[in-house]
Nanobody, 123 residues
Framework: QVQLVESGGGLVQPGGSLRLSCAASGFTLDYFAIGWFRQAPGKEREGVSCITSSDGSTYYANSVKGRFTISRDNAENTAYLQMSNLKPEDTAVYYC????????????????WGQGTQVTVSS
């Protein structure tokens, strides 16, 4: 019953905004770091953003810094990725994942994945 479900993706014009959600069930997110990743066709999966559980530190890929904001709501057992000023190169399937309490958001710390949500940015 342990499950991680991404939602909120869709088709948006360049310059538009979307908010992605990552909802956990069967466990609590309180003591996990949460990471957002994305993968475009023919490309490797890349880390987008991460928020730790230990101290709430946030991290962003240079390509999204200043445009995306990661947050978490432990009471709702959900994490979010607010995406603004979207660009065509942001088009990808977006995944969330979790890592242990002590994680400092290294990509290799993440091993539990949801099914992803498609984000398409096109005019």
């Amino acid at each position: 019953q342990v499950q991680l479900v991404e939602s909120g993706g869709g088709l948006v014009q360049p310059g538009g905004s979307l908010r992605l959600s990552c909802a956990a069930s069967g466990f609590t997110l309180d003591y996990f770091a949460i990471g957002w990743f994305r993968q475009a066709p023919g490309k490797e999966r890349e880390g987008v953003s991460c928020i730790t559980s230990s101290d709430g530190s946030t991290y962003y890929a240079n390509s999204v810094k200043g445009r995306f904001t990661i947050s978490r709501d432990n009471a709702e057992n959900t994490a979010y990725l607010q995406m603004s000023n979207l660009k065509p190169e942001d088009t990808a399937v977006y995944y969330c994942s979790v890592a242990g309490y002590g994680s400092r958001c290294h990509d290799t710390d993440f091993g539990s994945w949801g099914q992803g949500t498609q984000v398409t940015v096109s005019s």
